[in-house]
């Protein structure tokens, strides 16, 4: 006949700092079916290990466990939490009764899991409290019972599901000696209808209430020895494993758990619920302030006019010709206004001017717009209107003002139909314009550019290969295309040198010196000389010079885009910048020099090869 229960070589070991304690060693058990067992050891035997590996509480580290023929490790987790509520039933030392339940309720417990209907359940549940002599304690709650009449409520729990196997930890250990007997007799009736009942003890008196007797010491079995022929195996309940049964009841089963749970444990319901406040308003307080930053960086990049274009004159930026472009006129935003993909246009023409109100004066950059400039670019009016067709074809000498004009011009009172002067100008004041998350003058937009540019002639230079290159056909290669272009260039016959360069980004740096000279003198003298290991590049303007003080204060800062400017003259900066940054990066330099009346030199040395 097949056994119930074969333990094989099983052994169970616990993580003990850097290595392992083990608990259990190769132990070798086997139960039938209606057999009445007691393990007995000292504590820290073992025994209560062997107990929960029996009761597919724990799973052991090796070994084989057959339990009623199926292999325990092969099954699921689903499969295990059914046999611990369906085929065994087990029966505590400290009852673990819920205190919030009655003594029928703590018995209905596991056939809710199961889900069996509700009074199904409760039929079964005071049948079995009324067998163990509980019938009139069934509202009891766990404190107004005794420690043997929770040991019974306990004991009904765990049949109420018929349990093949009764699984008891020290039974008897919190109670007294009539108690004890009670419970013993107890177990002893469920052995006799057929069950398997295994008790985990200490007490020999306990022991001997067993038909057989497995002892245990160190984690291993030292005596399995048999006191008196065991009852017969009468068939009881269905051992199939099943798996509880999901559906509206259960739902609401578990729901009244909970209340009553909760009803129970007053303050740690309230402190659990008040987390759960905390947390979920702390992410909503989060989710609303990251929306609420992200909105506003929208904003603020909607008002720095990312979606506007900006047409000069010229070819370029820095296009020293631009001033004499005259083909841009009002005619072409006309037509641009047009075209289906444009929202808005508005001509644009800037002058710096000093404001008088009374007796109160200050600088100020003044623009002259077309009426939809507000919408390109993204101004929003705090006080009074705009401009409209009519004050734009009648050219009326009305004013839009920020914010800073309002505080330097009219601190203490309305600037609303207030008039002042601009120079010469009387100008009124029909609105105000809110503060702009970034209003850029000329210079800090020319500041902007010259950064971005730098760091693309950075990316440029890096990925330009250096190789020997003859300086003197470099220069001459430069001279005739801007000739070409009309530009007056004179070339000094040159000596034949070589340097070690990208050619890509020397030619750029090169042509840039030269177009500036010639571009703002009456042309450019260029010559070539070596001195010592390296090589010196002259290139005189020919016009006449400027005074030292404006030599320091308005080119000398067009070499370090980086730092605070203080004035610039428009189209000369940005080259002679891109210039230095690959003149020093080849590890040469670049010098200024007023040779009045001549004009300004512009000395530029190299690191030559050696012959």
């Given at each position: 006949?097949q056994?119930?229960?074969?333990?094989?070589g099983?052994?169970?070991?616990y993580?003990?700092g850097?290595?392992?304690l083990?608990?259990?060693h190769g132990i070798?058990?086997?139960i039938?079916?209606?057999?009445?067992?007691?393990?007995?050891?000292?504590?820290g035997?073992?025994?209560?290990?062997?107990?929960?590996?029996?009761g597919?509480?724990?799973?052991?580290?090796?070994?084989?466990?057959l339990?009623?023929g199926?292999?325990?490790?092969?099954?699921?987790?689903?499969d295990l939490?059914?046999?611990?509520?369906e085929?065994?039933?087990?029966v505590?030392?400290?009852?673990?009764?819920?205190?919030e339940?009655?003594?029928?309720g703590?018995?209905?417990?596991?056939?809710?899991?199961?889900?069996?209907?509700?009074?199904?359940?409760?039929?079964?549940?005071a049948?079995?409290l009324g067998r163990?002599?509980?019938?009139?304690?069934?509202?009891?709650?766990?404190?107004?019972?005794?420690?043997g009449?929770q040991?019974r409520?306990?004991?009904?729990?765990?049949?109420?599901?018929?349990?093949?196997?009764?699984?008891?930890?020290e039974p008897?250990g919190?109670?007294d000696?009539?108690s004890g007997?009670?419970v013993?007799?107890?177990l002893d009736?469920l052995n006799?209808?057929?069950r398997?009942?295994?008790i985990?003890?200490?007490?020999?008196?306990?022991?001997?209430?067993a038909r057989?007797v497995?002892?245990?010491?160190?984690?291993?079995?030292?005596?399995?020895?048999?006191?008196?022929a065991?009852?017969p195996?009468t068939?009881?309940?269905d051992?199939t494993?099943r798996?509880?049964?999901?559906?509206?009841g259960?739902?609401?089963?578990?729901?009244?758990m909970?209340?009553?749970?909760?009803?129970?444990?007053?303050?740690r319901?309230?402190?659990?619920?008040?987390?759960?406040?905390?947390?979920?308003?702390s992410?909503v307080?989060v989710?609303?302030?990251?929306?609420?930053?992200?909105?506003?960086v929208l904003?603020?990049?909607?008002?720095l006019?990312?979606?506007?274009?900006?047409?000069f004159p010229?070819?370029?930026?820095g296009?020293?010709?631009?001033?004499k472009v005259t083909?841009l006129?009002?005619?072409?935003?006309?037509?641009?206004?047009?075209?289906?993909y444009?929202a808005?246009?508005?001509?644009?023409?800037?002058?710096?001017?000093?404001?008088r109100?009374?007796?109160?004066?200050?600088?100020?950059?003044?623009?002259?717009?077309?009426?939809?400039y507000?919408?390109v670019?993204?101004?929003?009016?705090?006080a009074?209107?705009?401009?409209?067709?009519?004050?734009?074809?009648?050219?009326?000498?009305d004013?839009?003002?920020d914010?800073?004009?309002r505080a330097?011009?009219?601190?203490?009172?309305?600037?609303?139909?207030q008039?002042?002067m601009?120079?010469?100008?009387?100008?009124?004041?029909?609105?105000?314009a809110a503060a702009?998350?970034k209003?850029?003058?000329?210079?800090?937009?020319?500041?902007l550019?010259?950064?971005?540019?730098?760091?693309?002639?950075r990316?440029?230079?890096?990925?330009?290969?250096?190789?020997?290159?003859r300086?003197d056909?470099?220069l001459?290669?430069i001279a005739?295309?801007?000739?070409?272009?009309?530009?007056?260039?004179?070339l000094?016959p040159?000596?034949?040198?070589?340097?070690?360069?990208g050619p890509?980004?020397?030619?750029?740096?090169l042509?840039?010196?030269m177009?500036?000279?010639?571009t703002h003198?009456?042309?450019?003298?260029?010559?070539?000389?070596?001195?010592?290991?390296r090589?010196?590049?002259?290139i005189l303007?020919?016009?006449?010079?400027?005074p030292e003080?404006?030599?320091?204060?308005?080119f000398?800062?067009?070499f370090?885009v980086?730092?605070?400017?203080?004035?610039t003259?428009p189209?000369a900066?940005?080259?002679?910048?891109?210039a230095?940054e690959?003149i020093?990066?080849h590890?040469?330099?670049?010098?200024?020099?007023n040779r009045?009346?001549?004009g300004?030199e512009?000395?530029c040395?190299?690191p030559?090869?050696?012959?």
């Amino acid at each position: 006949m097949q056994p119930l229960i074969h333990l094989s070589g099983i052994t169970r070991s616990y993580p003990s700092g850097e290595g392992e304690l083990q608990v259990l060693h190769g132990i070798d058990l086997t139960i039938a079916q209606g057999e009445f067992v007691a393990i007995i050891g000292a504590s820290g035997s073992g025994k209560s290990t062997l107990m929960n590996i029996l009761g597919c509480l724990d799973q052991p580290s090796s070994g084989s466990y057959l339990l009623d023929g199926r292999e325990v490790a092969e099954l699921d987790s689903g499969d295990l939490a059914a046999l611990r509520r369906e085929f065994f039933g087990f029966v505590f030392q400290r009852y673990h009764l819920l205190n919030e339940m009655t003594a029928l309720g703590n018995v209905e417990v596991p056939a809710i899991y199961r889900g069996v209907p509700s009074a199904q359940r409760r039929d079964k549940a005071a049948a079995l409290l009324g067998r163990l002599g509980m019938g009139a304690r069934l509202d009891h709650r766990p404190g107004q019972l005794s420690g043997g009449q929770q040991q019974r409520v306990s004991i009904a729990r765990a049949l109420v599901n018929d349990a093949r196997v009764i699984l008891a930890d020290e039974p008897t250990g919190a109670l007294d000696s009539q108690s004890g007997e009670e419970v013993l007799s107890i177990l002893d009736e469920l052995n006799a209808e057929g069950r398997t009942v295994i008790i985990v003890t200490h007490d020999p008196k306990v022991a001997a209430r067993a038909r057989r007797v497995v002892e245990i010491a160190d984690g291993r079995i030292v005596s399995d020895r048999s006191q008196e022929a065991p009852a017969p195996a009468t068939a009881t309940a269905d051992s199939t494993v099943r798996a509880a049964t999901p559906g509206i009841g259960r739902l609401a089963e578990a729901l009244r758990m909970a209340v009553l749970a909760m009803r129970a444990h007053k303050l740690r319901s309230f402190l659990t619920m008040l987390g759960i406040i905390i947390g979920i308003a702390s992410v909503v307080s989060v989710v609303a302030l990251g929306e609420g930053s992200r909105q506003q960086v929208l904003a603020n990049i909607s008002g720095l006019g990312t979606n506007t274009l900006q047409v000069f004159p010229g070819q370029n930026f820095g296009d020293t010709r631009s001033g004499k472009v005259t083909t841009l006129v009002l005619e072409d935003g006309t037509q641009l206004a047009r075209q289906s993909y444009v929202a808005s246009v508005s001509p644009t023409v800037s002058t710096s001017q000093t404001l008088r109100h009374g007796a109160t004066e200050a600088s100020a950059q003044i623009s002259g717009v077309g009426e939809q400039y507000f919408d390109v670019a993204g101004i929003t009016l705090t006080a009074g209107r705009a401009f409209d067709a009519a004050d734009i074809a009648a050219m009326s000498q009305d004013v839009v003002i920020d914010e800073n004009t309002r505080a330097s011009l009219f601190p203490d009172q309305d600037p609303l139909g207030q008039t002042f002067m601009a120079g010469k100008v009387p100008l009124r004041v029909v609105g105000v314009a809110a503060a702009r998350q970034k209003w850029l003058s000329d210079l800090q937009e020319l500041d902007l550019i010259a950064d971005s540019a730098i760091r693309l002639v950075r990316e440029e230079v890096g990925a330009d290969e250096r190789e020997p290159l003859r300086l003197d056909l470099l220069l001459a290669e430069i001279a005739e295309e801007l000739r070409g272009l009309g530009q007056h260039v004179e070339l000094a016959p040159p000596p034949a040198i070589e340097v070690s360069a990208g050619p890509i980004a020397l030619k750029r740096a090169l042509r840039n010196l030269m177009t500036n000279a010639a571009t703002h003198g009456r042309g450019a003298l260029v010559s070539l000389t070596r001195e010592g290991d390296r090589a010196l590049i002259r290139i005189l303007d020919d016009g006449p010079g400027v005074p030292e003080e404006l030599l320091s204060q308005v080119f000398e800062p067009f070499f370090r885009v980086d730092q605070a400017r203080r004035k610039t003259v428009p189209g000369a900066g940005l080259g002679l910048a891109i210039a230095r940054e690959i003149i020093e990066r080849h590890q040469g330099s670049i010098e200024i020099r007023n040779r009045r009346p001549r004009g300004l030199e512009q000395v530029c040395t190299l690191p030559c090869l050696m012959p």
